[in-house]
């Protein structure tokens, strides 16, 4: 168990946005809730040599990132609402979501991978929300010739760029950067 006391003004937003939420519910925050505000606790049953005390929020903060990414399979693919149907079906459906997942995954490094200015992100729940809406102009039939079909492609990868940005938050790093200092770390222990 790692135990890390928070800085003074984290420890006081967070204990705003408690009682705030507390108020909201009509009850009153206990001293047990208060006392832990402003900590961050953090389990593992990684060794030490294992996972190093300076990489441990980075590893759940990445861990994090991870359950995001499977909430999004879940609240835009819907991967989790299946009707009740033979077998075989259900799992052709299941399977079929899960490519159109894969496939705006691809899409969504490709879009990434061609965005110069590396200080910007695009934001993975935002752009499969338009995939979304993109596919089903798509299955509507409105997309006759293979011409409209680039351009298409076209106006979806222009508009991903310019709605579907990750809004940079204050103190906060990006899963990327995460990965980067956990490389770097590891390369200066080994």
């Known amino acids: 168990m790692i135990v890390e006391c928070l800085p003074e003004d984290i420890k006081a937003e967070k204990l705003r946005k408690a009682n705030r939420a ?3 519910e009509g009850r009153k925050l206990g001293q047990s809730t208060i ?6 606790v953090f389990v593992t049953n990684l060794d030490e040599d294992e996972l190093p005390k300076e990489q441990v929020w980075y590893v759940y903060r990445l861990r994090w990132q ?6 999004v399979w879940k609240s835009v693919a819907s991967v989790n609402k299946v009707k009740k149907a033979k077998r075989e079906r259900i799992e052709s459906h299941l399977f079929g979501k899960l490519l159109w997942v894969f496939l705006g995954w691809g899409i969504y490094w490709k879009i990434v991978g061609q965005i110069e200015n590396k ?10 929300k338009n995939f979304r809406a993109f596919c089903k102009h798509i299955k509507t039939g409105t997309l006759v010739k293979v011409d409209d079909a680039k ?4 106006i979806f990868v222009e508009n991903v760029l310019s709605t579907c940005m990750l809004e940079k938050k204050k103190n906060t790093i990006s899963s990327i950067d995460i ?3 956990l490389i770097k770390l590891t390369e200066i222990k080994c």
């Open 22 to 24: 507390a108020k909201r």
């Open 151 to 154: 351009f298409s492609i076209r």
């Open 66 to 71: 991870i359950e995001l990414i499977f909430k």
């Open 35 to 40: 006392s832990r505000i402003g900590l961050n």
């Open 179 to 181: 990965i980067i200092k």
């Open 119 to 128: 200080k910007i992100a695009v934001s993975f729940n935002k752009m499969m």
